[in-house]
């Protein structure tokens, strides 16, 4: 029923930048967080970084934290994570996820919808 849609994922090198963007193609809720999530080989899938609906709070983890940036632009139904000084460990799948409600945790289980994720290799 509800559709997120990732893109701008691709193969960097160590150093460089990419931002990643994430659509809601319906917009079910009044009220929702968005989060990002990173899954690398071998490992599960773990909390990056996350908004709140207003977008005026934001909440990293400690390995995106100084690096990354995440933002939303609710008039597009579209969330952002702007990579910056990519680092061969950052690589994996990123995916964006919706929980209902003002604002979102770092629990996975918490989060009501998942895109379908998208590939980001950094190269050392």
């Known amino acids: 029923q509800v559709q997120l849609v990732e893109s701008g994922g691709g193969l960097v090198q160590a150093g460089g930048s990419l931002r990643l963007s994430c659509a809601i193609s319906?917009?079910?809720?009044?009220?929702?967080?968005m989060g990002w999530f990173r899954q690398a080989p071998g490992k599960e899938r773990e909390f990056v970084a996350a908004?709140?609906?207003?977008?005026?709070?934001?909440y990293y983890a400690d390995s995106a934290k100084g690096r990354f940036t995440v933002s939303r632009d609710n008039a597009k139904n579209t969330v952002y994570l702007q990579m910056n000084t990519l680092k061969p460990e950052d690589t994996a799948v990123y995916y964006c996820?919706?929980?209902?409600?003002?604002?979102?945790?770092?629990?996975?289980?918490?989060?009501?919808?998942w895109g379908q994720g998208t590939q980001v290799t950094v190269s050392s």
């Open positions: 908004i709140n609906w207003s977008g005026g709070n934001t």
């Open positions: 319906r917009r079910t809720f009044s009220t929702y967080a």
């Open positions: 996820a919706v929980q209902r409600g003002e604002w979102g945790t770092v629990r996975r289980s918490d989060y009501d919808y």
